[in-house]
């Protein structure tokens, strides 16, 4: 063996982690080890990509730069997760080339580099791409047990417009996914303070607590029976921690989310906002959800309203905006809201014998 070969070899190894795989490839005649180790998108920069652009067979995905964020087309201009796109973008320009062997029509079609593949699309500003790829089958080092869900130790991908080379990286680009839950911003909207917490379901039932003060005790609307102290604080603090795990497309219809007859959830605040939930049906583990809020941040007196007040009015705008769209919030972050009256009754004591 000449040193080139042992040179080029040792590159591989530290690439991939070194595989019996990549050694017997390598044998294979008219393999181009010139670009081992070299960009796989050399022209890619990340200050160029205004959009990113993901396809796969039944779906598609497009992340575009609108001024200083990045949102999501499909889900009617959504707000995309920052750091996500970032390090996506990133990442895309420093993939290596680690291994490159020939392949024919059969070749892409077993590695899902045909139309069974997924395809990744760098646009410029100007809507005209400026790299592609098509990502295939994950690679392991050892087969898991479950391919499907396995993070992968290298992806197989084809360049766009090269036909007869099949190219392995490093990098399984596990966020090269069409679903938008991968890629929105999951921050939502935080029901503090609540003053008031009404629930109705569509048949008319429900329950209203109420209180005087943020650290007073919690009261049946109406007076009456004193709910049990920590089921209405779960009721009403869930509401402060809210996450988003997705967002529904543009076209969803009432009916099928549930939102035709929803449950209505409103909550007024000490701030003076006043938030209103409408929630649908599950979808495996979320509700569709929307939001209104009403009213102007005021923060009570004390030494911190000023700041707090502040920090009300930083936030207000992107909650708001909340309220264009139907949301997809996970049922354990609702479902000590929605509980039923009888079930925020304190627990009975076993009547003595």
């Known amino acids: 063996m000449s040193s080139r070969v042992a040179l080029i070899l040792i590159a591989l190894l530290a690439v991939l982690g070194g595989s019996a795989f990549l050694v017997k490839n390598l044998s294979k005649p008219g393999a181009p080890s010139a670009a081992l180790g070299q960009p796989l998108l050399e022209s890619l920069k990340a200050a160029d990509i205004a959009a990113v652009v993901i396809r796969d067979p039944k779906s598609a995905l497009t992340v575009e730069r609108k001024s200083e964020r990045w949102t999501i087309a499909e889900r009617d201009g959504f707000p995309a997760d920052y750091d996500k796109v970032r390090d996506f973008v990133i990442k895309a320009t420093a993939l290596k080339i680690g291994q490159i062997d020939q392949a024919g029509e059969k070749d892409r079609a077993r590695l899902q580099l045909d139309a069974g593949g997924t395809k990744i699309e760098f646009r410029g500003a100007d809507g005209k791409p400026l790299a592609a790829l098509v990502a295939g089958k994950k690679y392991f080092k050892t087969e898991p047990e479950n391919p499907e869900r396995a993070i992968g130790d290298g992806r197989y991908v084809a360049r766009a417009g090269d036909d007869k080379h099949v190219y392995l990286i490093a990098d399984p680009l596990p966020q090269a996914?069409?679903?938008?839950?991968?890629?929105?911003?999951?921050?939502?909207?935080?029901?503090?303070?609540?003053?008031?917490?009404?629930?109705?379901?569509?048949?008319?039932?429900?329950?209203?607590?109420?209180?005087?003060?943020?650290?007073?005790?919690?009261?049946?609307?109406?007076?009456?029976?004193?709910?049990?102290?920590?089921?209405?604080?779960?009721?009403?603090?869930?509401?402060?921690?809210?996450?988003?795990?997705?967002?529904?497309?543009?076209?969803?219809?009432?009916?099928?989310?549930?939102?035709?007859?929803?449950?209505?959830?409103?909550?007024?605040?000490?701030?003076?906002?006043?938030?209103?939930?409408?929630?649908?049906?599950?979808?495996?583990?979320?509700?569709?959800?929307?939001?209104?809020?009403?009213?102007?941040?005021?923060?009570?007196?004390?030494?911190?309203?000023?700041?707090?007040?502040?920090?009300?009015?930083?936030?207000?705008?992107?909650?708001?905006?909340?309220?264009?769209?139907?949301?997809?919030?996970?049922?354990?972050?609702l479902e000590d809201t929605l509980r039923k009256r009888a079930d925020l009754l304190p627990a009975k004591k076993d009547a003595k014998k």
């Open 177 to 333: 996914s069409t679903k938008s839950a991968e890629w929105i911003d999951r921050k939502s909207f935080a029901v503090e303070k609540v003053k008031t917490l009404d629930v109705r379901y569509p048949d008319g039932s429900g329950y209203r607590i109420e209180r005087a003060g943020d650290n007073a005790d919690w009261r049946f609307g109406g007076g009456g029976e004193k709910p049990d102290a920590p089921k209405a604080n779960s009721a009403s603090y869930s509401l402060q921690v809210l996450e988003l795990a997705d967002v529904a497309p543009k076209d969803a219809k009432p009916e099928d989310t549930g939102l035709a007859k929803p449950t209505i959830v409103t909550a007024s605040t000490f701030d003076g906002l006043t938030y209103t939930l409408k929630v649908g049906k599950l979808e495996g583990e979320n509700y569709y959800v929307t939001v209104a809020i009403a009213g102007e941040p005021r923060a009570a007196a004390g030494k911190d309203a000023e700041e707090r007040q502040k920090k009300l009015a930083e936030r207000m705008p992107r909650e708001r905006e909340l309220g264009k769209y139907t949301l997809l919030i996970p049922k354990s972050k």
